[in-house]
């Protein structure tokens, strides 16, 4: 799905782009060639560029035309801190490509600090180091930190070709060209 987003028509979005990968896949690296810049990031994984909390990113804002944020955000406590230092680390008119397990039938995120042991999460949130089930509020997280919010669905045929779960989204957080300073 990521595919379909990052490179539509054999178009590469990140071509020419300083981007920033938080907790990196291998299988997406090919997407990045052509990046004028890539570096990643993850405070456990060995190799990475940089080891930061991404509620707190020790970089100057303005240094990245994207960020891509594969299932990251259900395992930060504070998502919220989190977007908002996406957003602030971007260049204005930069992106960040975000995905995350959505329930859209429900209206709210679930999430509940009790639940806090590995097998509750397991029970609760389908793997025990999530946090939370997002719901269709999702949206108003992604914007609340500043973004304009595209959302990419998936034709059918594209579900159908490329075998990908129907109903699944990339959410795409534009910072805006001109940030008010």
Known sequence: MLAL?????????LAGKRVLHVSPESILERFVQGAASYETSDPELPGMDHRFDITA??????G??????N???EHIPNDRAALSELHRIL???????ITLPVIEGW????EDPAIDTPELRELYFGRHDHVRYYGRDI?????EAGFDLEVFQPSPRQ????AITRGHSVFVGHKAPQEDR
Do not use: K, Q, W
Request: hydrophobic share 35%; net charge negative; with cysteine.
């Open 91 to 97: 260049a204005p008119g930069g992106l960040a490509v």
């Open 57 to 62: 990113i020790p970089i100057e804002g303005g």
């Open 159 to 162: 579900c159908v070709e490329h």
């Open 64 to 69: 990245y035309d994207a960020v891509l944020c």
């Open 5 to 13: 987003y990052l490179a539509p028509e054999g178009r590469n979005r």
């Open 71 to 73: 299932h990251v955000l």
């Open 107 to 110: 209206e709210t995120t679930y």
């Open 139 to 143: 949206r108003d997280r992604i914007r």
